[in-house]
T-cell receptor
Framework: GNSVTQMEGPVTLSEEAFLTINCTYTATGYPSLFWYVQYPGEGLQLLLKATKADDKGSNKGFEATYRKETTSFHLEKGSVQVSDSAVYFCALSVSFGGNTPLVFGKGTRLSVIA | DSGVTQTPKHLITATGQRVTLRCSPRSGDLSVYWYQQSLDQGLQFLIQYYNGEERAKGNILERFSAQQFPDLHSELNLSSLELGDSALYFC??????????????FGPGTRLTVT
């Protein structure tokens, strides 16, 4: 079946530190990959996406590269800010794009301290 | 603001009761998805509708049902509620269904507490 495994949190970093949140997946077919972010008390927002191997998604300083050979889509940011504190979800869709149901990882809570 | 609205924001009810959660998709979106977020199960897909028809089904209990109306809003009905149904229920919408480049936009969620 289709599944997503991401590193367990919580992750606590100081402001301006480097962030990596690991995400690996198992999928039948050729999935599209996503990172969503959930700020306290809010719904999920799409952070970035990639639809084919070696694609790099990027947004707001966050990046993730679709690695088919390692079935991974790790999230990185060079310098985190307090405002990045949130829960981050890795997800896949087994179609090209996001028009089919998403399969989510369990989420990683990030806390950034000043 | 994603453009997806959900009502109510919070719902507290007793075991054995029935509730209805409502979702209005973004203007122009034909697909609606329902997800359940709980501490033990994480975020799980429940059901998808596209232009009024059921398109995909996930881990949705038989006590739960949904529908999408001609104006494209959707309702999720939860009956014979149990304590374990307490969760955050999200609705998402997208333009189409199947292959495509359209992302899903999520609403703010309805927090259901069953006592």
């Amino acid at each position: 079946g289709n599944s997503v495994t991401q590193m367990e949190g919580p992750v606590t970093l100081s402001e301006e530190a480097f962030l990596t949140i690991n995400c690996t997946y198992t999928a039948t077919g050729y999935p599209s990959l996503f990172w969503y972010v959930q700020y306290p008390g809010e719904g999920l927002q799409l952070l970035l996406k990639a639809t084919k191997a070696d694609d790099k998604g990027s947004n707001k300083g966050f990046e993730a590269t679709y690695r088919k050979e390692t079935t991974s889509f790790h999230l990185e940011k060079g310098s985190v800010q307090v405002s990045d504190s949130a829960v981050y979800f890795c997800a896949l869709s087994v179609s090209f794009g996001g028009n089919t149901p998403l399969v989510f990882g369990k989420g990683t809570r990030l806390s950034v301290i000043a | 603001d994603s453009g997806v609205t959900q009502t109510p924001k919070h719902l507290i009810t007793a075991t054995g009761q029935r509730v209805t959660l409502r979702c209005s998709p973004r203007s122009g979106d034909l697909s609606v998805y329902w997800y359940q977020q709980s501490l033990d199960q994480g975020l799980q897909f429940l059901i998808q509708y596209y232009n009024g028809e059921e398109r995909a089904k996930g881990n949705i209990l038989e006590r739960f049902s949904a529908q999408q109306f001609p104006d494209l809003h959707s309702e999720l009905n939860l009956s014979s509620l149990e304590l374990g149904d307490s969760a955050l229920y999200f609705c998402a919408s997208s333009v189409g269904s199947g292959a495509g480049l359209y992302e899903q936009y999520f609403g703010p969620g309805t927090r259901l507490t069953v006592t």
